[in-house]
C-alpha cells in the first residue's frame, strides 16, 4: 500500500494506491524512433474505494495527450465490433425510441461512427461528441453528425440550448475514459429528457477480476466499473441504475442503464448482479490483493514463456497492436530482444513503434506473408474474429499465444 493519499474520484473518500504497473507511456502512443528521447511516461498506480466501489487510476493523463487529431483507434476495423454496434442501435430504437415523436440520440465517444451511422442511416436526429477529430471526420464522412468536443456539464447546457433534451444518450468505452465522473453524470442528468435512458458499456470489473485481465488497465480507462459503483456514483445526480446486460465484448464487458429516478422500473437484473458483486467481494479491497498478486503470477509465467521460446530459436510476433497490449509490454518489461514486431491493421500505427517497448508495428500482410512459429494474441477479446481468418496459420503449424485467463500456448 502506497504512503500517498488521493481523493475518490467518486465519492471523495481518502484511498491510497495499492498496486503501481510502474511508469506507463501513452497507450495509443505510437511513435517513430526519432520521437523516442521525449516520450511521455506517468506512474500507473490503481487504487481501490470500498466506501464507493470504485477501481480507478490514481493519476491519468491530461485528455489532451490521449484523444486528438492523431488518435489510433478506429472503431469499425473489427466486423465483430461492427455487428455489435448494430444491434445496440436496434435494441435503443426498439427499447428506448420507439413511440417518441422526433427523437434525439447522443452519442458520447462517437469515434469514427461505428454506432451513429445506423440513427443517421434511419433518418433520426442525432449528434455525436468526438474529441478526437480524426475519428470525428471519418465519422463526419460517413453522414454521421460530430462535434469535437469534450463532454462535460457545460457541454451538455450547450447541446440542450442548441438542439433540446435529448430522449437517449448512449456511449460504448468511453464513460470509463472520463475523469470528472460527477462532471459527466450531472451533464446527463441535465441533457436527459424526464423520460430519457442513458445507456453505456465498459470492460467489467468482474470479468477482469476473474480473467486477470490487467491489460484493461491503462491511461485511458481511469475507471473499471462495477454496478455498485455506477449505481452509486450516478444516483447523487438522480439517475437510477434500471437495467444491466453483459456483453461478451472486450473480453467481457457491462451495459448500464440509467434513468430519472421513478421515471421507469427497475430490472430485478439489478438487484440480482448487486448482490453478486457483494458475494464475489468485488467491492472489499482484500480482493484486489489477490488481484496483485495474480498479475504478478502473469507477468513471470509471460516472460518464462517467451525467454524459453527465444531459447529455442522460435520466431515470435505479436498480432493487434491494442492500447491493452501497451500495459502488458510495459509492467512484463518486454521488447523487441522477445517480438519481432507486432502485426496491426490500422494505418495510423503501422511503420511506428509500440509504446514504451518500442516493438515495430508492421502491417498485416508482414505475418500473413511470413508466418512466425507463434503469434502473441493481444487482441484476445477478438480471438474468434481472427482464428476464423487464420486457418491456414494454425494448419501450417504456428501456434497461439495468449495470457488471459492464464499464460499458455493454445493447442
Ligand atoms: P482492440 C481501444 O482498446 C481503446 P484496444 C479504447 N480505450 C477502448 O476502450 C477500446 O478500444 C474500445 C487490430 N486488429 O479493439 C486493430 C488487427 O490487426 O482490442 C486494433 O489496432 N486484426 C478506446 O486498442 C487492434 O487490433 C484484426 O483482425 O485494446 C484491436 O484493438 C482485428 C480484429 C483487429 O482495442
Ligand atoms: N465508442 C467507440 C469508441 C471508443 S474509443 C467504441 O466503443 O469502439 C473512446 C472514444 O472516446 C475516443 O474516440 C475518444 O476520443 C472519446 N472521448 C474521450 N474523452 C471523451 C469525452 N470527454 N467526451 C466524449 N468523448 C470522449
Ligand atoms: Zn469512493
Redesign the pocket.
Known sequence: MSEKEIPCRVCDAKIRPFMTFGPMPIA?GFLKKEETPGEYFFEMEVAFCEACGTFQLAEQPDAKRMFHENYA?F?S??RH?QIHFQKYAELVKDRVLKGRKDPFVVELGSNDGIMLRHFSEAKIRHLGVEPSKNVAEAARQKGVNTISEFFDLALAKKIVAEHGHADAVICA?VMC?IPDINSVAAGMAHLLQKDGVLMFEDPYLGDMFSKTSYDQIYD??VFIFSATCVGNAFKKHGLELIDVLPQPT?GGSMRYVLAPKGSHPVSPNVPALLEKEKSLGLDRAKTWEQFKSNCEKSREDLNALLKKLKKDGKRVVG??????STTVLNYCGIGPDLIEFI????PI?QGKLTPGSHIPVKP?EAFAENHPDYALLF?W??AT??FE?EGTFTSGGGKWITFVPKVGIIE
Do not use: W
Open positions: 495509443n483507434f472503431s476495423l473489427s465490433m468505452n475514459h485511458e480507462h472486450h498480432y493487434g497492436a491494442t492500447s491493452k502485426s496491426d491493421t490500422t500505427k498485416y487482441a477479446n477478438h474474429e481472427i481468418k
